[in-house]
């Protein structure tokens, strides 16, 4: 195993042979292959087995707990000595310094464990008969706790007045944080008193007051809510497909505990248990306390009132699919495999320069980008070549193969059919090269499928004037008109600016990359780039494609 250097894991080492001898597996045993090889879990194991050793081994348990109370009885031999020496004035001196002495105070402190929490003593005059209640006591940290009214970085969870008993009562335990680790502070539970001090009759704001206030560690006495125990941690991802700011939503129950996020960040759902709020962190932070995000039906709702009121977005909703509001999409990770390239899909309004952006990149290397041929019904010319030029085929033909499902984009032009088949981009994929394309974008539902797995950039055009600027800088001809070759009218532009928002608006939640082609040399590198990641890198794809 060539691959391990000499001290790695025995147990490690047998599992991923192991692994080697499975023949199949896909996505799913080279994730595994890749973990077990990662030092980042090497680096885990080792301070597993370390920590097991310790419990085993005798030389880390002190030989004393009570080393001052040893020093105290060296002091009374010490005291019946008659004859003093050099020695014994040093000796007696040293066992005198106070930083000494501390060290031996610390020293037994350790060794007790005497570090740890002390509760307070229950009431020896306690009814039997009264309410089951459990002291928690937590440290104070920079997480929050916080109610509809305010919130204070604290521990790690959320309180509310209950509607009908009126107390204080935890509304959630934040995934990760402090009161969550402890394991023993769960929703519903009811708050009696905070360091000692009743909130009977007082509101979260008071609350909030107190353990503000408070240092060091925080005592809660607490009725426990039975049956309410902690839920275990879901390992769903989604895509975000909206920007949120929890600062800027009024209806959060505690903007401290909010977790902002932007267009396109992979979140990590932790809980889902409150019908409005999910917890949540962005994959990859190393922040283990999840933020407060809105779930998908509240989402939803937002969206849908919104079109319904914004006179912007009134004149799209016709066009709509109600079938798919953005808000979250769950994913999951593809990992390139040898000889099968998922399809680069090049998406924008007519005119912003996404056919001049395909036909460059193929020209970088014509022997691994390739576009599919298209199929027609129209005549064939003397001077073109039947599977070179189109693929020249009756209409009858093409009709029945539209009808059937076999085109993932067709339209007519001038009375002919023109078209692109599934089965023309499938052959370039099972042939291990790149097939790019540049569809109208109402093919998009044909293409965003489990079977061809593309990556869609959106090529968007810069601001109005810039555009304007640039095209006219670089001279660029009109491709509304196939007639003749002239520059765009500045309405043509306006239009190209209108229709890439409308193409944003309906279907932005398909788009895995944007590309502001304001200079095509610019944009052609970012698209190399594109082109690159998705032959090399992992990345996030809707879950059904890996399933």
Request: proline share 5%; aromatic share 8%; charged share 25%.
């Amino acid at each position: 195993m060539d691959t391990l250097s000499d001290n790695w894991d025995p147990a490690l080492s047998r599992l991923l042979a192991s692994l080697k001898e499975v023949q199949c597996g896909g996505e799913d045993v080279a994730f595994l292959s890749e973990l077990l090889q990662s030092k980042q879990l090497h680096a885990l194991v080792q301070v597993h087995n370390k920590i097991v050793a310790k419990g085993k081994d005798d030389k880390f348990y002190p030989l004393l707990s009570n080393a001052m109370q040893v020093t105290l009885e060296v002091f009374e031999v010490l005291g019946e000595v008659t004859t003093v020496s050099k020695e014994y004035q040093e000796l007696l001196g040293l066992l005198q310094k106070p930083h000494f002495q501390a060290i031996l105070c610390t020293h037994d402190a350790v060794a007790q464990k005497d570090y740890y929490p002390h509760l307070p003593d229950i009431p020896s005059d306690a009814d039997e008969d009264e309410e089951t209640v459990k002291i928690v006591q937590l440290v104070k940290s920079d997480e929050p706790l916080g109610g509809a009214q305010s919130a204070e970085p604290i521990v790690g969870a959320t309180i509310k007045t209950d509607e009908e008993t009126g107390k204080i009562v935890i509304a959630r335990v934040m995934h990760g944080g402090a009161a969550d680790r402890s394991g023993l502070i769960h929703a519903g539970d009811e708050v009696i008193e905070v360091n000692g001090i009743s909130v009977e009759n007082k509101t979260p704001a008071d609350v909030l007051s107190i353990l503000q206030n408070s240092e060091g560690t925080i005592t809660f006495k607490l009725v426990p809510s039975f049956g309410k125990g902690g839920s275990r941690e879901s390992k769903v991802r989604v895509r975000a497909l909206f920007n949120y700011s929890s600062s800027e939503d009024p209806y959060i129950p505690c903007k401290e505990a909010g977790l902002d996020f932007k267009k396109g960040d992979v979140l990590h759902i932790v809980s889902q248990d409150d019908a409005y709020w999910w917890q949540a962190r962005r994959e990859g932070d190393k922040v283990m306390r999840a933020g407060l995000i809105p779930s998908r039906a509240l989402q939803e709702g937002r969206i849908i009132h919104e079109r319904q009121t914004d006179p912007q977005t009134m004149d799209e909703n016709d066009d709509f699919d109600r079938e798919m509001i953005p808000t979250y999409e769950e994913v999951a990770r593809l990992y390139p495999r040898p000889g099968l390239v998922r399809p680069i899909v090049l998406v924008g309004a007519p005119g912003v320069g996404r056919n001049e952006l395909r036909r460059r990149l193929i020209a970088t290397d014509p022997e691994k980008y390739i576009t599919p041929i298209p199929y027609t019904s129209r005549p064939q010319k003397s001077s073109e070549q039947n599977g070179k030029d189109y693929m020249f085929v009756s209409r009858e033909k093409m009709e029945q193969d539209i009808a059937d499902g076999k085109f993932i984009e067709h339209g007519e032009y001038k009375g002919n059919l023109y078209g692109t088949s599934a089965e023309s981009v499938e052959t370039i994929i099972n042939s291990g090269r790149v097939c790019i394309l540049s569809p109208h974008w109402q093919a998009l539902k044909m293409l965003r499928t489990a079977r061809l797995r593309p990556y869609i950039v959106f090529i968007k055009p810069p601001t109005l004037e810039r555009l304007i600027e640039t095209r006219t800088a670089a001279n660029a001809r009109s491709t509304f008109d196939k007639e003749s070759s002239r520059a765009f009218t500045d309405e043509e532009l306006s239009d190209i600016v209108r229709s890439s928002n409308r193409i944003n608006f309906l279907y932005g939640y398909m788009f895995e990359e944007e590309i502001v082609n304001e200079e095509l040399a610019s944009a052609l590198t970012q698209l190399l780039k594109a082109a690159w990641r998705v032959q090399s890198e992992p990345l996030w794809v809707p879950a059904s494609w890996v399933q």
